[in-house]
């Protein structure tokens, strides 16, 4: 991607002159491109990140560019603490891609979970993840674009079958994950509605400074389904770093993340509700982890990145098993 092309169309975008100084691709991001721009127009400088379409997707239910910046627009007029959303390019070098704004933080979920620095952060992140699931909860659907999704009661029959097409794809057994999937038919917990779901609500995709919460990224797995979701979501130890004894995230207990949600919504959803979420959330990453293995595995895109997700799915199986031992 060149920088005299991006700052043509931040020209059009913004409606006056932009000189783009350098553009540079970031490290991590296993399925979408992340460019940082750095330019200015007349009046200011600018300081960007431009989100562009891969080679591949982890589901497929996966969000197109257009439609992730369009919920990223309704998550920012909501309030919601994500980066201001500048624009969307439907072909930029070949791809689409959207333009918004860097916010400064850390995002790398090992250094989240130890180091020194983020000690005050992890302490009070618990209780602002709550505060913006709620908010993430409370936009009106109607605002938003066509999704994928439950479009009735109870979103989870959606899910379940979402996740039976997507393991059929794969075309190759996996034990494991069929007796994950059988438990979660068996053990569906009350419907608490139909709301838009982050999809992705985990440590890794929030941006912290040392003081606060800064933002909540990567929206393409956003769909319409049961609010309990995102709250279990970030239960799956995957997304705990290393940091296993503290189900959270790596940084604290469920309960007062749980607590405060359901005091912000007036929603009355129980810990026990949350394991079913936690099981169902570990059966959708050892998928996911499955297919990003394959992307690199069938030649579209040969990566080491790719290949170690591929190792990780392993792990979420063993995972998948110790909670069916435990739960029963």
């Known amino acids: 991607m060149q920088a005299e092309e991006v700052g043509e169309h931040l020209s059009d975008l913004l409606n006056t002159s932009v000189e783009v100084e350098k553009v540079t691709l970031l490290a991590g991001g296993a399925s979408k491109e992340v460019w940082k721009v750095e330019g200015a127009t007349p009046e200011e400088s600018l300081d960007l990140l431009v989100r562009r379409a891969a080679g591949g997707e982890i589901y497929s239910d996966t969000l197109s560019l257009e439609q992730e910046y369009q919920v990223l627009q309704a998550a920012y ?22 333009a918004m704004e860097r916010l400064e933080g850390e995002s790398i979920g090992r250094r989240l979970v130890r180091k020194e620095e983020f000690e005050a952060t992890r302490e009070a992140l618990p209780q602002r993840l709550a ?5 993430i909860h409370a936009i009106p659907l109607e605002s938003l674009p066509s999704l994928p999704g439950a479009q009735s009661e109870p979103a989870t029959d959606y899910s379940l079958e979402s996740l039976e097409r997507e393991l059929d794809l794969l075309e190759e057994p996996h034990p494991a ?36 919460l800064v933002g909540v990224v990567d929206w393409e797995f956003a769909h319409l389904g049961d609010p309990a979701e995102d709250l279990g979501w970030p239960l799956v130890r995957a997304w705990r770093f290393g940091e ?11 309960e007062p993340f749980l607590e405060r949600y359901n005091s912000l919504t007036g929603r009355e959803i129980s810990k026990e509700e949350l394991f079913y979420w936690e099981v169902l959330g570990n059966v959708r990453w050892a998928i996911g982890s499955h297919n990003q293995a394959q992307r690199h595995l069938s030649g ?20 998948i098993l110790s909670l069916l031992q435990r739960g029963g």
């Not at 505060?131 to 908010?135: C, D, G, M, N, P």
């Not at 579209?300 to 790719?306: A, H």
């Open 131 to 135: 505060e913006e699931l709620s908010k």
């Open 77 to 98: 007029e909501a309030g919601v603490k994500v980066p201001k959303p500048y624009g969307y390019f439907d072909d930029l070098d070949g791809r689409e891609a959207f």
């Open 177 to 212: 994950i069929e007796l994950g999937l059988s438990w979660l038919r068996e053990h569906v917990p009350a419907s608490h509605g139909v709301v838009l779901n982050h999809g992705d609500f985990r440590i890794g995709n929030f941006l912290v400074s040392e003081e606060d």
């Open 300 to 319: 579209q895109e040969p990566s080491v990145e790719l290949a170690i997700l591929g190792r990780l799915a392993a792990e979420t199986e063993y995972e």
């Open 244 to 254: 296993d004894h503290l189900r959270l995230g790596g940084i604290g207990e469920a």
